[in-house]
Nanobody, 118 residues
Framework: VQLQASGGGLVQAGGSLRLSCAAS????????MGWFRQAPGKERVIVAT????????YYADSVKGRLTISRDNTKTTMYLQMNSLKPEDTAVYYC????????????WGQGTLVTVSS
């Protein structure tokens, strides 16, 4: 397994979770990284990305102001802080390294389930 995602769970609407993504026995390369999610019956979509070198970020409109992507300076862990969660945030969240565009990436985590109850 290249990437290990964790931190998902069940939370009430308005609550918070923090997802983590760690590389297995290595540091991340200097690539764009990001979080994607796939809701039941829907396609996987991008949530947020971060440039590992500059730290510049991108967010999908649906999560702006509520979710924050970050990485640690040791280049071993990426995070997704999720606040003010809504039921529509319910999905399996995947971390990805070395984004290739059009939803593709060189490396993927196994996914972690986030369930937001109303």
């Amino acid at each position: 397994v290249q990437l290990q995602a964790s931190g998902g769970g069940l939370v009430q609407a308005g609550g918070s979770l923090r997802l983590s993504c760690a590389a297995s026995g290595r540091t991340f390369g200097s690539y764009d990284m990001g979080w994607f999610r796939q809701a039941p019956g829907k396609e996987r979509v991008i949530v947020a990305t971060i440039n590992w070198s500059s730290g510049s970020t991108y967010y999908a409109d649906s999560v702006k102001g509520r979710l924050t992507i970050s990485r640690d300076n040791t280049k071993t862990t990426m995070y997704l802080q999720m606040n003010s969660l809504k039921p529509e945030d319910t999905a399996v969240y995947y971390c990805a390294e070395h984004l290739l565009g059009r939803g593709a990436a060189a490396y993927w985590g196994q996914g972690t389930l986030v369930t937001v109850s109303s």
